[in-house]
């Protein structure tokens, strides 16, 4: 079980957009910037977003990440099947002292 | 283009030993902290540990307390972790990777990884 919460997965059409929820506690999320990476199949994993919102070099601005409370939100817009990936929300725990991620959430593009 | 690249993984019997490296490339290693991930075949993303720039802090996720040990080289530009009494569960690719800033738990840079089989 992970320490942070994701839908396994989630779709939508070519053009639409999407949004993928991670919901954690007061010891993570509620006082830790959030993170987001994307991982395309077999490969490493990206690095999105970080500090909640802020997009990493080169990442282009349909991606967007928000945080309310103890969830994080990482949305998509203008979905391209090059978006099929699993996406994983990642923050520090400051009760378990670590560095922790969601389960994942992998993204079809139908 | 910053880089780092894993070697060291392998065909380990239970109760073995490995040690995995991963040398950087590209920018200032011992200015940044730096993290192993790893991943069980079909599974999501687990951080193993992290290390301070100069080596004197180091964190570890609770399976692998007292097994596992992080360190590095910065005059070699490189990072290790020794994996100690190793189970079927330490299967996985082990991803190097750094993180962004001192003090933020994203991970900007990381390498291909390096499959690590425990299996009699």
């Known amino acids: 079980q992970s320490v942070l919460t994701q839908p396994p997965s989630v779709s939508a059409a070519p053009g639409q957009k999407v949004s993928i929820s991670c919901y954690g506690s007061?010891?993570?999320?509620?006082?830790?910037?959030v993170s987001w990476y994307q991982q395309l199949p077999g490969t490493a994993p990206k690095l999105l977003i970080y500090?909640?919102?802020e997009r990493y070099s080169g990442i282009p601005d349909r991606f967007s990440g928000s945080k309310s409370g103890t969830s994080a939100t990482l949305g998509i817009t203008g979905l391209q099947t090059g978006d099929e990936a699993d996406y994983y929300c990642?923050?520090?725990?400051?009760?378990?002292?670590?560095?922790?991620f969601g389960g994942g959430t992998t993204l079809t593009v139908l | 283009e910053e880089q780092l690249v894993e070697s060291g993984g392998g065909l380990v019997q239970p109760g073995g030993s490995l040690r995995l490296s991963c040398v950087a490339s590209r920018f200032t290693f011992s200015n940044s902290w730096m993290a192993w991930v790893r991943q069980a075949p079909g599974k999501g993303l687990e951080w193993v540990a992290n290390i301070k720039p100069d080596g004197s802090e180091t964190y570890y996720v609770g399976s692998v307390k007292g097994r596992f040990t992080i360190s590095r080289d910065n005059a070699k530009n490189s990072l290790y972790l020794q994996m100690n009494s190793l189970t079927a569960d330490d299967t996985a690719v082990y991803y190097c990777a750094r993180h962004r800033v001192q003090g933020r738990p994203d991970l900007d840079v990381w390498g291909q990884g390096t499959t690590v089989t425990v299996s009699s």
């Open positions: 990642g923050t520090w725990d400051s009760s378990l002292r670590a560095v922790v």
């Open positions: 500090d909640n919102n």
């Open positions: 007061s010891t993570n999320i509620g006082k830790n910037y």
